[in-house]
């Protein structure tokens, strides 16, 4: 067999393609996920914050407003390859990673004490048959 048989070559030989740049966005937005961070917990934190009865206490909104903004130092890993902003580094992963514990958990406990109150609230007595409300 000849070598340029494509049967026979392990690596058969194709044509070089050119780089496509929906592909270079694609890795981009799988690299840099800090903006979808940065706009969920702002919508959050100014929800809590401009809505006056809101479930969540005040300062989950601030929190949360303070998470979507240390979100940005996670911007830089594009740039720097070491370093405390580099993709490793304490400004851009841990920093962030820490944060994102600290407000899902803090927002996941107030939200099912929420939900909870919400549904002792609207939930009928079994004795009266109206709904039960909470006290003052």
């Not at 030989?13 to 979808?36: G, Q």
């Not at 300062?59 to 911007?75: D, H, Q, R």
Request: net charge positive; hydrophobic share 50%.
């Amino acid at each position: 067999m000849a070598p340029t048989d494509p049967l026979s070559c392990p690596n058969p030989p194709r044509k070089p393609r050119r780089a496509n740049p929906a592909d270079r966005n694609s890795e981009y937005l799988r690299i840099v996920s800090w903006p979808f961070f940065f706009v969920q917990a702002t919508a959050l934190g100014l929800c809590v914050l401009l809505y006056p009865n809101a479930t969540l206490p005040r300062w989950v909104g601030y929190l949360s407003i303070w998470f979507g903004l240390s979100m940005f130092p996670a911007s830089l890993i594009v740039f720097f390859y070491q370093g405390p902003v580099a993709w490793n580094g304490v400004f851009a992963l841990y920093l962030p990673l820490a944060m994102f514990a600290v407000w899902f958990n803090v927002v996941a406990f107030h939200l099912r004490r929420g939900i909870k109150a919400r549904a002792l609230i609207s939930e009928p007595d079994a004795v009266t048959d109206r709904a039960v409300t909470a006290p003052a």
